[in-house]
């Protein structure tokens, strides 16, 4: 069933609490590098603002320790939220304290106020399963969400990245909300609506890309998608575990050898399920990883001394035939280490051919962190049909895992 959004409530005169996602990279001045999170959450927060609701916003931001920590302050966010809208935002310098709580109740119809970083409050992360047993800990969390959820009327998620987490500002204060409305934002909206629709209806053939540092990191994925997916392409790191698996030697290239069994079943149940697994057959492959490293191009084994660090050019091509003929893609991992020019060629292969089927059709979806910023290097985000900006989250929905924080809303 699908979720109301806060299109579907009446928001005038009502004080309305909103979960982003504002973990804004940031240089070592503090300097915002990417406002693109912020920019993503213009709409809902324009919404809320044009039908006369006045917004409390809160995020979090890195990992501070869960004590204030001026390093991880949400200031500089509040700054460029406000040249973002053309109109003052508010900073509260705490979050449950004096200063929100005041700030929050002087607010007036279309007033926007950010919230101080919520992971000052250690509150904010304490995990549901390991409050079970601990009373206090339970009592801590709940009584964190409900001092939040006291300053509103109305409760908005539009926090994607964090979909997948039971933290207090994304599960306990909505819990506590009840009987309040409590909707999703447009943004989590478009998420829930891309990656549910490809994942549930693809046109196919339905091709899946996976690469990436780990195996243990996506295994839960690579297992979920072989039961949907017509054909598996595997580079990046996690692709030399697999090749262990059928008895490649792979050199000293990155293996998780506790992996290897699990590989080898995976490629198996593959088999039998008729989905069709593509390993890269050559490698770039260095002696010692480095900017400007002598690397050589190796068909099949790879020497002891020697490890991979790209997909080689007979995989590229090979990889590129085998993605140009889908209708529906999902991407999530780069084929090599692609911060280290040349190693980035097959990442750059892999996402030109994405962005060429786009435009013949296709379906494309990106997920993951590192995979959204080596499309953005190379300027074909425009080119993809869907970037996601959950990169944790993203992944487990591709998983099939039920997501509480987003459960717990109300539904049409
Ligand atoms: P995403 O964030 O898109 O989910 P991951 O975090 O799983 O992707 O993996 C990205 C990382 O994997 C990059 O830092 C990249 O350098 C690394 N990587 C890819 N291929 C290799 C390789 N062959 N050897 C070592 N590291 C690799
Ligand atoms: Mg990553």
């Known amino acids: ?12 005169g009502k004080r309305v609490l909103m979960r982003v996602d504002f973990n804004v990279p940031q240089d070592d001045d503090g300097k915002i590098t990417s406002d693109d999170r912020i920019v993503k959450a213009l709409p809902t927060i324009k919404h809320v603002l044009d039908h006369g ?29 406000s040249e973002l809208l053309k109109k003052p935002v ?21 007033d926007v106020l950010l919230l101080e970083n919520l992971r000052f409050n250690k509150e904010e992360v304490i995990k549901d399963k390991d409050a079970k047993d601990k009373p206090d800990l339970r009592t801590a969390k709940d009584n964190f969400a409900k001092e939040l959820a006291a300053m509103a009327d ?6 994607f990245g964090t979909a997948h987490r039971d933290n207090a500002s994304m599960l306990t204060v909505p819990a506590v909300m009840q009987g309040k409305p409590r909707v999703i934002g447009f943004l989590i909206e478009k ?38 997916v017509n054909r598996i392409i595997i580079g990046g790191a996690m692709a030399y575990t697999f090749l262990k698996s059928r008895g490649k030697a792979i050199g000293d290239s990155r293996c998780e050898d506790n992996f290897v069994d699990k590989a080898a079943a995976l490629l198996n149940r593959a088999t039998e399920l008729n989905c ?23 068909v099949g084994d790879i020497d002891p001394g020697w490890q991979a660090v790209d997909i080689g050019p007979m995989a590229a091509k090979e990889f590129t035939a085998k993605i140009l003929d889908a209708k529906t893609i ?28 786009t435009g013949k059709g296709a379906k494309s979806i990106v997920g993951g962190g590192d ?8 300027g074909l985000q425009d080119k993809i049909s869907h970037i996601s900006t959950g990169g944790g989250a993203s992944l487990e929905f591709l998983e099939g895992k039920k997501f509480k924080a987003i459960d717990i809303l109300d539904e049409k």
């Open 330 to 357: 999902v991407w999530n991992g780069p084929m090599g280490v692609f911060e280290i020019p040349p190693f980035d060629k097959g990442t750059k292969a892999v996402a030109q051919a994405v962005a060429k089927a």
């Open 53 to 81: 609701g006045s917004l409390i916003l809160m995020s979090h931001l890195g990992r501070p320790e869960g004590a204030r920590d001026d390093a991880y302050t949400l200031k500089p966010v509040a700054q460029r939220l």
């Open 371 to 378: 995979s959204a910023s080596a499309i953005e290097q190379l």
């Open 191 to 228: 998420e829930l609506k891309f990656l549910g629709d490809t994942i549930n209806k693809p046109v196919r053939p339905f091709v899946a890309i996976l690469g990436g540092a780990k195996v243990s990191d996506k295994i839960g994925v690579i297992e979920s998608l072989i039961n949907k």
């Open 90 to 110: 508010v900073f509260a310098n705490d979050t449950i304290g004096p200063d929100a709580k005041a700030k929050a109740k002087a607010l007036k119809g279309g």
């Open 154 to 159: 109305v409760y908005v998620d539009d926090a």
């Open 1 to 12: 069933m699908a979720k109301k959004t806060v299109a579907d409530i009446d928001v005038k």
């Open 276 to 298: 069709e697994v593509l390993l890269p057959p050559d490698h770039a492959v260095v002696r010692k990883l480095a900017a400007g490293a002598e690397h050589r191009i190796l």
